[in-house]
């Protein structure tokens, strides 16, 4: 009996012993995951930066856990997207970022700045695409209008809308009426190339509707165009 006593006596002061070893590792675990560091190289499929409270300000992803960003504070369904860096403002929306991809087909870069509770306002953007007599390659400054009355969020929900209806005809019928409205932006001015090929700059009215290219085309000659509410040139030299 004293004997069974004193294996009971040693195996608490083990057990006593191996929770403090347990305590310590622990700490040093914990110190080290809070304590800055300069690392070589990191393999990662994706990265969140986050505020002190876990707030998302940003995520560094691939293509497969790439955030399907958020409206309105609320995330948006899961969705294919390129590869590329998200940026989400103080509201928790996504507010621009950078992405790109590329294969045999197509490829592309965009950098895009958005309005506040809006789509982009402004690209820098490059695209191509390899179709099967002719390749299409553009590249330069976009920038859009976008409708105050009309938010990022109202369009997302009015789009659902439409698709719960099951009717392909009142989906046409919906979004044309939207764009027709401006609420889904118009496009202002381009200043890059364009996939004819010329190089200049390309401006709409509030409309949307083309006014005013200066540019330079194909065969080197310097070109400038008026054009009327139709998008007939109405004076070139």
Known sequence: MEELQKQIKSLRAFVAVLA?????????????????GNFKEIN??????????????????????????AIGGKKIAKRDRPAGMIFFNDDGDECGGLVYDGDKKSASMTYSIDQYKNDQIMQL???QSNGD???????GLKIWDRADRFPLSDLVN????????NDTNALKAGFDKIRKAGWFGKERLFVGKNPDGDVGIFMRDSNGKPRLRIYVNKQNQPVIESLDENGVVVAAK
């Open 125 to 127: 953007q490059y695209a």
């Open 20 to 36: 403090i070893i347990v305590v310590i590792l622990a700490g040093v675990t914990l110190f080290q995951f809070n304590r800055s």
């Open 158 to 165: 009015y789009a659902d809308s439409l698709k719960k209806l």
């Open 44 to 69: 990662a499929q994706r990265v969140n930066i986050v505020e002190k409270d876990g707030t998302l300000r940003m995520a560094i992803s691939n293509r497969e856990l790439q955030d399907p960003g």
């Open 133 to 139: 007599s002719k390749l299409e390659r553009s590249y």
